[in-house]
């Protein structure tokens, strides 16, 4: 009877929410002229900062969704909680535990600055490059294109779509001038954190932050982390329960970087954003939230995104503190 009652709850906030969402979304358009579009990676340049859209996928199947929602959107960070999961599930947590760290570093994504701080120089969380170019590298295969295939049919499973692809200007244009991310392996490499070719895992990288979907996709991704880890329409767990928790907890606490504290307190949604302009939300047990607002604030996050999810949160009360 709980149950019911509590399901009926969030089938009423849906059906509200069809109308407000375009509301939220008219609302939180207002700040898009304070970020900017990421242009270190030169095909990102290209997105119109003007553009905002979310989709909320309920576990039900129902979605709701407002704004610019036909645009594809490459994963980019995002595909560092995927990743994750995926190398989790292969390896076990002492295995990837051992390379990479769980603690926030409160430093922007793509610093060095820790690394030479600590002893041994493992990166500090799997958020941050450094600790996402060590989990890349424990994807299982023979060669990049079976390693791209393996995370990639997970992202098919994941968002019940077998077409998900990769967009590989973004790739290229990624791998032609990340010579930043190229630093972080060497460094790793020195240190035998990474032991791989970089050229080998750059291009590996650099296909998986190039992933493409839209915010409805994306959406959906969040719903399985929000649901544990099961596939409601199929009934399939795709992702061990326990695997699904670390991830949204990397979620809460370093899936904003340096904003993740602030992020907390406002908004309080495990959430992982992307240079793209992409954030990923899974409001446990309720629903996925699929964001897409290219523009970005000075940390690299989607600064109308970060907005409509405080407006979101805080009209629906989904802080999960
Ligand atoms: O490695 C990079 O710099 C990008 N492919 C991903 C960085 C990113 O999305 C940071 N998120 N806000």
Redesign the pocket.
């Known amino acids: 009877q709980t149950t019911r009652i509590y399901y009926e709850m969030v089938m009423n906030m849906a059906c509200r929410t069809k109308k407000e969402l375009k509301e939220l979304v008219k609302e939180a358009r207002k700040c898009i002229a304070h970020g900017k579009v ?1 242009d ?2 030169p095909a990102l340049g290209k997105a119109n900062p003007k553009d905002l859209a979310i989709a909320i996928q309920y576990p039900d199947g129902k979605c709701i969704s407002a704004g610019d929602i036909e645009r594809k959107i ?7 909680v995927i990743s994750l999961a995926l190398v989790l599930m292969d390896r076990g947590t002492d295995e990837v535990f051992g390379k990479v760290g769980m603690e926030p570093t409160g430093d922007p ?2 610093s060095i600055a820790k690394l030479e701080t600590m002893t041994p120089a493992k990166p500090l969380n799997p958020m941050i ?1 450094a600790g ?2 060590v989990v890349t590298q424990m994807i299982r295969g023979d060669h990049v294109e079976e390693r791209t295939h393996r995370l990639l049919s997970f992202i098919r499973e994941l968002t019940n779509n077998s077409f998900i692809g990769i967009n590989e200007e973004a790739a290229r244009s ?1 791998f032609e001038t ?1 010579q ?2 190229r630093a972080l392996c060497y460094f790793l490499k020195h240190h035998k954190i990474i032991e791989e070719d970089v050229e080998t895992l750059m291009d590996l ?2 296909r998986q ?2 992933i493409e979907m839209n915010c409805l996709e994306l959406a959906r991704m969040g719903m399985i982390f929000a649901m544990n880890g099961l596939d409601p329409d199929s009934g399939k767990q795709i992702i061990p329960e326990n695997i699904a928790r670390i991830c949204k907890t990397f979620m809460v606490t370093c899936g ?2 340096n904003a993740s504290g602030e992020f907390a307190i406002k908004i309080g949604i495990p959430a992982k ?4 302009g992409g954030i990923m939300g899974a409001v446990p047990q309720k629903f996925g939230i699929g964001i897409f607002g290219p523009a ?1 604030d000075q ?3 989607s600064i109308a995104g970060m907005k409509l999810l405080e407006l979101l949160s805080e009209t629906y009360q989904l802080s999960m503190f």
């Open positions: 990421a270190y990676i490459t994963l980019q960070s995002i595909s560092k994504f793509n490059n996402a170019l990624e990340s930043l991310n990288y650099t932050c190039a904003m970087y954003s992307g240079v793209s970005l940390k690299g996050n």
